[in-house]
């Protein structure tokens, strides 16, 4: 539960009447998983998201912003990489790795559909994915169909869509 107030008199008013009507239902509040924080300095986690206050002085508004913690990024990122990653000599087919992975991506694509820079982090994942199966892809065909060493150095010089080389 998150309760937002504007100074810490109302905190401790709001805190006893919960305390009153939680005892009344046989409930109590767990003091060591609550706490209370300073809003305009502090962000918090909550389900899965981090919340924190933004600014936009021009407007003269503030507002508070939900996005996905950077902790929960990289465990997906380690998820997809254990189900892509496979020794050569397995041959674990790279249509398989994708039935593995789409579940993975599409649920957690869904639970932080509605964070506020979601589509910044989509876009990123979405190429490190890309990156992820090309490289699958090189380490599985390489040894079985090797690569003409011309078409070798046209690939090399040829530039992606942010400048890099492959």
Sequence with gaps: ??????THQTVNIILNSLRKFLIIRGL???EDKSKVIDFDFESFEFLGYEFFRHYKYNLKVQF???KEP????????SNLRSIFKTKPHTRKSLFNCILQANP???GWANYYANAHNCHFVFNKLEFW???LVYYKLMRVYKLQYPINPMIRQILKDLPLLNGRTI
């Design 1 to 6: 539960m998150v309760i937002l107030c504007k």
């Design 28 to 30: 109590e509040i767990n």
């Design 64 to 66: 508070v912003v939900s």
């Design 70 to 77: 950077i902790s929960k990024i990289r465990r997906l990122k």
């Design 104 to 106: 993975v991506i599409r």
């Design 129 to 131: 994915l890309w990156h």
